[in-house]
């Protein structure tokens, strides 16, 4: 069984945003309304002159229990065998619930006017959705599906993000997961996040 | 990656869920407590219609809340078929929308034999006419004759739409005011209060202060007084509870207990100024019904703000 996850690894993302653009590209976000599928957040950390700027990308999780999921009163929320997590646009009411269950902040609205927009920028033939929904990454399904990696994977750069199977012991996804390098965010909840995260702060002391 | 840490609270459901939410407690808790009321402790026709035309009206009100709230207006279709608590039975909102409308279902059923038997609606035009078709009279006799049966299936649909407002934010695991046992507990009880001051309003204005409905008034306001006292404990004890929780529940202790409008309009005027009132009322008694009605106004306003300021003060800790 596939058991697909991601790592990103904060100590070479460069913040260059070329995931982003590949992504917004790749799944027509609504990016004139600044709504990304992945995102970039430029921090300071420090004090003084022992200071430096972090860049942490931020996308999904593709919980094993998203809390998403047990919310959306449609099922327009859905999880495929190999652990994406996708929406029904045709399914999905718009009520919202999953962005409020969601604890990394990887729901956004889909509008009436974005899906208007949306012809206008990316063309009416080219232009694939057709309802108002809320949105959220998928992992590019699509692209996974005929055995090619994730937009913002593909297009990196410093090779801060890397896609794999955690199903797979020989799969540089999975033995960085194992040897406890790469950690996911706030799994106390109980969400169980398949995006994981490889510290850049133990490392600049 | 701790040491980067943020706190925020959400846009995505403000004042209009809020909304939705307090119409929704008080409807079902007014429908279900003048149904009780009816068949336990006194029947009382005109109770019973303003309790369920009004409750039915608030219910319809609140659901056209979040129904002009989503994004796709349509897709609604998809939560009004039953069969979708069999695919989505962790969903509240799902258990919600059956509840709501076979709330409004059984409440007006249990209504109607009342509302054929009435003088008032046997004088308005269209409604004389639609009382009076032969299919209506039939179901009108029939739920005269089962009238136990449709206000125990509209009890059942009204609590669990009381307790559901409650669940739906206790879904919400990230943010740590909402996902606690505390919250169904609180908006239950906030929603039969205000059901009471509700009825203590409706009793007082518009069945006029009949003398023998005195008894009645009595016990709406000592029970009104109960819940307005556990109420309050429980909000004593939501406060050491975010004191001393998670990261997000400090936020939210702050952010709540450093807002005028929590403190002051909801706890001052919503709470504690309703509660000497109905209790020098039960204790002594007043001279005219007005401090009771302005205590029944003073709980129904509070009802809403303690959704109003619990929907805004949700903070999500994230490591961002």
Same mark, same amino acid.
């Given at each position: 069984?596939?058991?697909?996850? =991601?790592?990103?690894?904060?100590?070479?993302?460069?913040?260059?945003?070329?995931?982003?653009?590949?992504?917004? =590209?790749?799944?027509?976000?609504?990016?004139?309304?600044?709504?990304?599928?992945?995102?970039?957040?430029?921090?300071?950390?420090?004090?003084?002159?022992?200071?430096?700027?972090?860049?942490?990308?931020?996308?999904?999780?593709?919980?094993?229990?998203?809390?998403?999921?047990?919310?959306?009163?449609?099922?327009?929320?859905?999880?495929?065998?190999?652990?994406?997590?996708?929406?029904?646009?045709?399914?999905?009411? /718009?009520?919202?619930?999953?962005?409020?269950?969601?604890?990394?902040?990887?729901?956004?609205?889909v509008t009436y006017a974005d899906v208007k927009q949306g012809r206008a920028f990316f063309g009416?033939?080219?232009?694939? +959705?057709?309802?108002?929904? =809320?949105?959220?990454?998928?992992?590019?399904?699509?692209?996974?599906?005929? #055995?090619?990696?994730?937009?913002?994977?593909?297009?990196?750069?410093?090779?801060? +993000?890397?896609? /794999?199977?955690?199903?797979?012991?020989?799969?540089?996804?999975?033995?960085?997961?194992?040897?406890?390098?790469? %950690?996911?965010?706030?799994?106390?909840?109980?969400?169980?996040?398949?995006?994981?995260?490889?510290?850049?702060?133990? +490392?600049?002391? | 990656?701790?040491?980067?840490?943020?706190?925020?609270?959400?846009?995505?459901?403000?004042?209009?869920?809020?909304?939705?939410?307090?119409?929704? /407690?008080? #409807?079902?808790?007014?429908?279900?407590?003048?149904?009780?009321?009816?068949?336990?402790?006194?029947?009382?026709?005109?109770?019973?219609?303003?309790?369920?035309?009004? /409750? !039915?009206?608030?219910?319809?009100?609140?659901?056209?809340?979040?129904?002009?709230?989503?994004?796709?207006?349509?897709?609604? !279709?998809?939560?009004?078929?039953?069969?979708?608590?069999?695919?989505?039975?962790?969903?509240?909102?799902?258990?919600?929308?059956?509840?709501?409308?076979? =709330?409004?279902?059984?409440?007006?059923?249990?209504?109607?034999?009342?509302?054929?038997?009435?003088?008032?609606? #046997? $004088?308005?035009?269209?409604?004389?006419?639609?009382?009076?078709?032969?299919?209506?009279?039939?179901?009108?006799?029939?739920?005269? +004759?089962?009238? $136990?049966?449709?206000?125990?299936?509209?009890?059942?649909?009204?609590?669990?739409?009381?307790?559901?407002?409650?669940?739906?934010?206790?879904?919400?695991?990230?943010?740590?005011?909402?996902?606690?046992?505390?919250?169904?507990?609180?908006?239950?009880?906030?929603?039969?209060?205000?059901?009471?001051?509700?009825?203590?309003?409706?009793?007082?204005?518009?069945?006029?202060?009949?003398?023998?409905?005195?008894?009645?008034?009595?016990?709406?306001?000592?029970?009104?007084?109960?819940?307005?006292?556990?109420?309050?404990?429980?909000?004593?004890?939501?406060?050491?509870?975010?004191? %001393?929780?998670?990261?997000?529940?400090?936020?939210?202790?702050?952010?709540?207990?450093?807002?005028?409008?929590?403190?002051?309009?909801?706890?001052?005027?919503?709470?504690?100024?309703?509660?000497?009132?109905?209790?020098?009322?039960? !204790?002594?008694?007043?001279?005219?019904?007005?401090?009771?009605?302005?205590?029944?106004?003073?709980?129904?306003?509070?009802?809403?703000?303690? $959704?109003?300021?619990?929907?805004?003060?949700?903070?999500?800790?994230?490591?961002?």
């Open positions: 069984m596939t058991h697909y996850a =991601m790592v990103i690894d904060l100590n070479t993302c460069v913040g260059c945003n070329a995931c982003m653009a590949a992504c917004a =590209m790749e799944n027509q976000t609504p990016i004139w309304d600044n709504k990304w599928r992945t995102y970039v957040h430029d921090k300071e950390i420090g004090t003084g002159e022992d200071i430096h700027r972090r860049f942490f990308p931020r996308l999904c999780n593709h919980c094993s229990n998203p809390a998403c999921m047990s919310v959306c009163p449609s099922g327009a929320t859905y999880q495929l065998e190999n652990g994406i997590v996708q929406v029904d646009e045709d399914l999905c009411l /718009g009520c919202r619930a999953c962005a409020l269950a969601c604890p990394y902040d990887a729901r956004y609205e009416e033939e080219a232009y694939r +959705r057709r309802r108002p929904s =809320m949105d959220k990454c998928d992992f590019c399904a699509d692209r996974v599906a005929v #055995g090619q990696k994730p937009a913002c994977v593909e297009t990196c750069v410093g090779s801060a +993000r890397q896609f /794999g199977d955690l199903d797979n012991p020989d799969d540089p996804v999975a033995k960085l997961v194992d040897s406890g390098m790469a %950690r996911p965010l706030l799994a106390y909840l109980g969400t169980q996040p398949n995006v994981y995260y490889i510290d850049d702060l133990k +490392r600049r002391g | 990656m701790d040491v980067t840490t943020g706190f925020y609270t959400q846009d995505f459901w403000t004042w209009w869920l809020a909304l939705y939410l307090y119409l929704g /407690g008080l #409807g079902a808790a007014t429908l279900t407590t003048t149904f009780l009321t009816d068949m336990y402790m006194k029947p009382h026709p005109q109770l019973v219609l303003w309790g369920a035309l009004s /409750g !039915i009206a608030m219910l319809s009100l609140g659901s056209a809340m979040l129904f002009f709230h989503l994004l796709d207006h349509m897709a609604v !279709i998809h939560i009004l078929n039953p069969m979708v608590l069999i695919n989505q039975p962790n969903a509240w909102i799902a258990w919600g929308t059956q509840f709501i409308v076979w =709330m409004m279902v059984w409440g007006f059923l249990y209504a109607l034999p009342y509302m054929m038997d009435s003088e008032f609606f #046997g $004088r308005i035009p269209i409604v004389k006419n639609i009382l009076a078709w032969r299919l209506v009279q039939k179901i009108g006799r029939t739920c005269g +004759r089962h009238c $136990r049966l449709c206000g125990w299936l509209a009890t059942i649909n009204g609590i669990g739409t009381v307790i559901y407002t409650g669940l739906l934010l206790q879904s919400f695991p990230a943010v740590a005011l909402w996902h606690n046992p505390g919250v169904p507990l609180l908006f239950t009880v906030s929603a039969f209060s205000t059901a009471m001051a509700f009825l203590l309003l409706v009793l007082n204005l518009a069945i006029k202060n009949r003398e023998e409905d005195r008894p009645l008034r009595l016990f709406y306001e000592r029970t009104d007084l109960i819940l307005i006292a556990v109420e309050l404990v429980i909000l004593f004890s939501f406060f050491f509870y975010l004191q %001393r929780g998670s990261q997000s529940a400090a936020v939210s202790a702050q952010l709540l207990w450093n807002n005028w409008g929590w403190l002051i309009g909801f706890i001052g005027f919503g709470l504690l100024v309703p509660f000497f009132l109905e209790l020098k009322g039960v !204790i002594k008694g007043w001279n005219s019904p007005a401090p009771i009605m302005l205590a029944s106004v003073l709980v129904l306003m509070g009802g809403y703000l303690l $959704r109003h300021y619990f929907m805004y003060a949700g903070v999500y800790a994230r490591p961002w």
